[in-house]
């Protein structure tokens, strides 16, 4: 069986721009979660799709926003990039919405760079 | 609130050596789940084990071991043997039963060194 995929895997952006990031869930999978990595922050939690509808957000601003489609995939958009989006972005995979219940397999993340 | 605490953040040691990675967590709920990630160089996390609350069994697999304590609210992780395979950083991470997002430890960077 596949594991999570993301693309891209890395991207370089200069400040103001946007970027879309996207996640293809394993088979059968059907929530989506996002983290973001930094050194600073460590592991963050972004947000979690389920069936096309958002169940959990985390505390990040308005500028990032996701969206899951009818196949489970997702994606993640950031707008107006400041020097501190600067991160891995991991997408997370699980069977169910619930994440205490079942275990979350994480894709090769995307790295951000922001000039 | 929940919180994941791993005091150690970077360790050194030698191959073939013991190494124990701590975790103490913090939940006010009595369901709850609790896992171990490695990320290696590449970047992915990669799922090492899950525990429910109610499940104390310590667990072994290979050379990987677990000991789960409530009594101190730990969830500690022993490499016996170490290679420098296992070179990565470790996260411990929690989750409640109710839908909530996975609260991850700062992580512990293991280096062994042949």
């Known amino acids: 069986k596949a594991g999570v995929t993301q693309t891209p895997r890395y991207l370089i952006k200069t400040r103001g721009q946007q970027v879309t990031l996207s996640c293809s869930p394993i088979?059968?999978?059907?929530?989506v979660s996002w983290y973001q990595q930094t050194p600073g922050q460590g592991l963050q939690f972004l947000f979690e799709?389920?069936?096309?509808?958002?169940?959990n957000k985390g505390n990040f601003p308005g500028r990032f926003s996701g969206r899951q489609f009818s196949n489970s995939r997702s994606e993640m958009n950031v707008s107006t990039l400041e020097l501190g989006d600067s991160a891995l972005y991991l997408c997370?995979?699980?069977?169910?919405?619930?994440?205490?219940?079942?275990?979350?397999?994480f894709g090769p993340g995307t790295r951000l760079t922001v000039l | 609130a929940q919180k994941v605490t791993q005091a150690q953040t970077e360790i050194s040691v030698v191959e073939k050596e013991d190494v124990t990675l701590d975790c103490v967590y913090e939940?006010?709920?009595?369901?709850?789940?609790l896992f171990w990630y490695k990320q290696p160089p590449s970047g992915e996390l990669v799922f090492l084990i899950r525990?429910?609350?109610?499940?104390?069994q310590n667990e072994i697999s290979g050379r990987y071991s677990w000991n789960f304590q409530k009594s101190t609210s730990s969830f500690n992780f022993t490499i016996t043997a170490s290679q420098v395979v296992d070179s990565a950083v470790y996260f411990c991470?929690?989750?409640?039963?109710?839908?909530?997002?996975?609260?991850f430890g700062k992580g512990t960077r293991l280096s062994v060194i042949a």
């Open positions: 997370a995979s699980s069977l169910r919405a619930l994440a205490g219940a079942d275990t979350q397999y």
């Open positions: 088979s059968g999978h059907r929530s």
């Open positions: 799709y389920f069936s096309e509808t958002q169940r």
């Open positions: 939940t006010r709920d009595t369901t709850y789940y």
């Open positions: 525990r429910n609350s109610f499940d104390e």
């Open positions: 991470a929690l989750s409640d039963s109710g839908n909530t997002p996975l609260v």
